[in-house]
């Protein structure tokens, strides 16, 4: 296990629903991630939070929205979502946020969501 | 904008053979460049990284090499056994520091016994 946890494992809503996902890391760490892997894609990063505030928004639609209480845990809430949103969302944390191995980021495994 | 080209897409070896990936970045700020794989139903985990000021790093089977000029770098295994069959993602690190890590594509490796 990575010290990162994601709830739930799968989880199917209809477009209308609105879902949350959870996030929780037991390392310790101050950054936390949500990134989105669709088939064939590369992952794409969607939010960072470092020091519960966040630091970058990779231009997602306003229909994820993110929530960072403390630096253990990070949610991602869903309303109105779209089928071409089915993926899989991985949440990552890392101690810092500059590039080296110190920052290693620890991915979760992931939360698969489909979309009707 | 920020991009990472990662090739092969799939690879399939025999057993003790070398396997290399290769990846080419188009952001010339990015200085950090870690390599992940991905087993089936689990999220990536980091194999190795390499920071702009060092050429080649190894450990063990496994070595990265780096050539900031030409803004490629490539993953080596050698000695390959079938538990390496994973999805294997090399990243480069945005030109902010943000934790921001701008992946290619991933290569399915298959190693077969």
């Known amino acids: 296990e990575t010290g990162v946890t994601q709830t739930p494992r799968h989880l199917v809503m209809g477009m209308t629903n609105k879902k949350s996902l959870k996030c929780e890391q037991h390392l310790g760490h101050n950054a936390m991630y949500w990134y989105k892997q669709s088939a064939k894609k590369p992952l794409e990063l969607m939010f960072v939070?470092?020091?519960?505030?966040?630091?970058e928004n990779n231009s997602v639609p306003s229909r994820f929205s993110p929530e960072c209480p403390n630096s253990s845990h990070l949610f991602l809430h869903l309303h109105t979502l779209q089928p071409e949103d089915s993926a899989l969302y991985l949440c990552?944390?890392?101690?810092?946020?500059?590039?080296?191995?110190?920052?290693?980021?620890?991915f979760g495994p992931g939360t698969r969501l489909t979309v009707l | 904008g920020e991009n990472v080209e990662q090739h092969p897409s799939t690879l399939s070896v025999q057993e003790g053979d070398s396997a290399v990936i290769k990846c080419t970045y188009s952001?010339?700020?990015?200085?950090?460049f870690p390599w992940y794989k991905q087993e089936l139903g689990k999220g990536p985990q980091l194999i190795i990284d390499?920071?702009?000021?060092?050429g080649e790093k190894k450990d063990q089977r496994i070595a990265v090499t780096l050539n900031k000029t030409a803004k490629h770098f490539s993953l080596h295994i050698t000695e390959t056994q079938p538990e390496d069959s994973a999805v294997y993602f090399c990243?480069?690190?945005?030109?902010?520091?943000?934790?921001?890590?701008?992946f290619g594509q991933g290569t399915t490796l298959q190693v077969k016994p």
């Open positions: 390499i920071r702009s000021n060092v």
């Open positions: 952001d010339s700020a990015s200085n950090y």
């Open positions: 990552a944390s890392s101690r810092g946020t500059s590039g080296s191995s110190y920052n290693e980021q620890f």
């Open positions: 990243a480069a690190s945005g030109s902010s520091n943000t934790g921001k890590l701008i």
């Open positions: 939070y470092n020091f519960k505030e966040q630091t």
